[in-house]
């Protein structure tokens, strides 16, 4: 079919990165949404569209700032995570916290584990984490599959089939966030 895959880009760090100043998280749908006011995710943006911060929003969740990564490969990454060495950020938050969301869009943040399930339920995507250390050195994880289920079910992580030239983290630790400390 002529079905695109775009990709969407998720910025951050999680605790199974230590040494990542950056990590970006991608998804992409497989099949297009249906109309909605306001487009689905980043990769329904024009590819002209400069990076920055627009309005999303999913099937079935309200309108949402995003930032919109229009520069990296394939253009429309979602930005759902950014953590930099710097940050002023504390990523030690509650489930609530986490479940929806932390910081600003345009520094560090963390856009909501909540809206993250409601964004990969739209179809199939994949996810792609950036991590650029202290030396400036960059790499990259990406998983072919990628969804979070339910608050219901703890919000797992389900991947695919790793491929990049950073190390495989979340292989071996897909079954929950490890920033979440507690789950009241």
């Known amino acids: 079919s002529g079905l695109q895959v775009r990709t969407r880009l998720l910025h951050g760090v999680l605790v ?3 040494a990542a100043a950056v990590m970006l998280l991608c998804v992409s749908p ?3 949404a ?3 006011r306001f487009p689905a995710d980043c990769s329904h943006l024009s590819s002209s569209s400069p ?3 627009y309005v999303i929003q999913p099937a079935g969740s309200p309108p949402r700032v995003v930032w919109c990564d229009m520069d990296t490969e394939g253009k429309g990454w979602t930005v759902v995570q950014r953590n930099s060495h710097d940050t002023e950020i504390t990523w030690k938050q509650s489930w609530t916290t986490y479940k929806y969301g932390f910081g600003n869009v345009q520094a560090d943040h963390w856009l909501g584990t909540e ?4 964004l990969t339920q739209q179809g199939t995507y994949k996810v792609r984490f950036v991590v650029r250390n202290k030396a400036n050195v960059t790499h990259y994880a990406e998983y072919d599959i990628f969804s979070v289920e339910n608050e219901a079910s ?5 991947l695919g089939r790793f491929l990049g030239s950073g190390d495989d983290y979340l292989t071996s630790y897909h079954s929950s966030y490890g920033g979440i400390h507690d789950n009241m």
Not at 115 to 118: F, K, P, R, T, V
Not at 154 to 158: H, S, V
């Open 16 to 18: 199974l990165l230590p």
């Open 30 to 32: 497989a099949r297009a």
């Open 34 to 36: 249906s109309f909605q």
């Open 51 to 53: 990076s920055g911060v």
């Open 115 to 118: 809206y993250l399930h409601l």
């Open 154 to 158: 703890g919000y797992p992580l389900r």
